[in-house]
């Protein structure tokens, strides 16, 4: 399987490049140069893939990384054996590289590196890591972690992990040093620590990539990551690179510390399925308005003459003829003037059954025309003349007399004694043979007067409410 590889670094706010990369082709060959281009480097048998973070600052970090890197390198093409053997044989002799220099220079005991260093081969990718630099794949639209991360932290979580006790977690999540590495190449025995080194192997698919990177990648969140390698990945790994690095760059230079960065991107020859992406809404608007309104092309050699083909829009709907959608909504225009009559009707038929029950009951004599009853008519009229007005002053005067014989609608004077006790001052027209009735049948007729077929009132004393 043949691979495509491109690397980039950053110093960041540091003084000095702190980390070491290496890349190298099946055969051994330096391909460093060609792979800081701006396409990459094409590894046809596969290589090995090396970034080094060094540890010491101005006292070695530079001294360490290289020592490291350039140690590794040589003792893996020059040495035999299986992969992972000889990952284990070149980590042992990079570490005794470092203990050699700090012993020739002891201004630099405390130097070390992390390291990550990946041999693709085939369909394999066999890979050594010891501290806490980054190993991550691409694969389908998902991005995830190959190798552990060799920090406190890890530990630390370990002695919560399973209880809910607050306190526990507090001190665990609050430890002084939890970022701090557990292991690295320090000249020192690699079975000393809290970590092992880890060495693994890891099947390849075609269209897959490779990130292995120092810490200082980390500025980005492993979702920023995923999202600018799924964008920037049909362009090639230099853009990926380029993209990444740029990234870190921008977003660590608006911080008051950003570490060296440096990461190398391979990606196995081969095209990957590509995630599914969602359009934007103005695309999908555009897509939606476009089936609207362009027809589909009919297959007429398929298809006998005079028969529209399928899925096509025919010339009547396109005419506005027998459209189904228009003689719908003919249909619900018919419903709702329906509904709407129909309303119409029982709120006329809730009206009459609301009219007064003297005016629904009047006798058959009184609903004859006028001209039938001469004789009662002007003795009405009679009984109707203006009365001497009640007033708070003068509430002694009887009230109105009604002629003999005048009949007494209870339905008037129910409305009418409503009336009476209600709080507003008005008038009220009852029908034309209403009558005061008797004082029993009227408590409130103290406060108001008959004058021409009206009931007027006027607010009662204060002493007469009492």
Not at 104 to 124: F, H, I, Q, R
């Amino acid at each position: 399987m043949k691979f495509q590889a491109a690397a980039r670094a950053i110093r960041g706010s540091k003084d000095t490049q702190e980390d070491a990369w290496r890349i190298y082709d099946a055969k051994g060959g330096d391909a460093g140069e060609i792979a800081a281009s701006d396409a990459g480097v094409a590894l046809s048998s596969g290589g090995l893939l090396l970034v080094a973070d060094g540890i010491g600052g101005h006292y070695g970090g530079d001294v360490a990384s290289a020592v490291t890197a350039d140690t590794f390198v040589k003792t893996y093409f020059g040495g035999g054996g299986g992969t992972e053997e000889r990952l284990k044989t070149s980590l042992g002799a990079a570490n005794q590289a470092v203990a050699d220099a700090q012993a020739k220079e002891p201004g630099l005991k405390d130097m070390g590196a992390t390291l990550v260093a990946g041999v693709v081969d085939g369909d394999t990718l066999s890979f050594v890591s010891i501290g806490d630099s980054l190993i991550l794949r691409y694969r389908e639209g998902e991005l995830h972690r190959v190798n552990l991360d060799h920090s406190y932290m890890e530990i630390a979580d370990r002695e919560a992990l399973g209880s809910d006790d607050r306190a526990l977690w507090r001190d665990v999540m609050t430890r002084k040093g939890r970022d701090s590495i557990t292991i690295a190449v320090l000249g020192r025995s690699l079975e000393d620590f809290g970590h092992m080194p880890q060495i693994a192997s890891r099947k390849i698919l075609p269209g897959d990539v490779l990130i292995f990177s120092s810490d200082g990648l980390e500025t980005l969140t492993m979702v920023q990551i995923q999202n600018f390698v799924r964008e920037l990945l049909p362009r090639g790994v230099g853009a990926i690179a380029d993209g990444l690095i740029k990234a870190v760059d921008g977003i660590g230079g608006n911080r008051n510390y950003q570490d060296n960065a440096t990461l190398i991107v391979a990606q196995a020859d081969g095209v990957q399925p590509a995630p599914a992406k969602v359009a934007p809404v103005s695309e999908r608007e555009s897509e939606k308005e476009s089936a609207k309104t362009v027809p589909v092309a009919p297959k007429t050699a398929a298809i006998p003459a005079k028969q529209e083909p399928a899925g096509t829009i025919s010339e009547a709907a396109r005419s506005g003829r027998w459209s189904p959608a228009k003689l719908l909504l003919g249909l619900a225009l018919c419903l709702i003037a329906a509904a709407v009559a129909l309303y119409a009707t029982g709120k006329v038929q809730t009206f009459i059954a609301a009219k007064p029950k003297a005016e629904q009951q009047r006798p058959a004599a009184q609903q004859q025309p006028a001209a039938q009853q001469p004789a009662q008519q002007p003795a009405q009229e009679r009984s109707l003349r203006p009365q001497p007005a009640l007033t708070p002053d003068n509430d002694s005067v009887s009230p109105p007399q009604v002629p003999q014989g005048a009949p007494n609608k209870g339905g008037d004077i129910e409305r009418a004694e409503r009336y009476a006790s209600s709080p507003v001052v008005g008038s009220y027209t009852p029908s034309e043979s209403a009558t005061w009735g008797d004082e029993e049948s009227f408590p409130s007729r103290r406060y108001g007067e008959l004058r021409q077929g009206h009931i007027v009132r006027y607010a009662p004393r204060v002493e007469d409410c009492e």
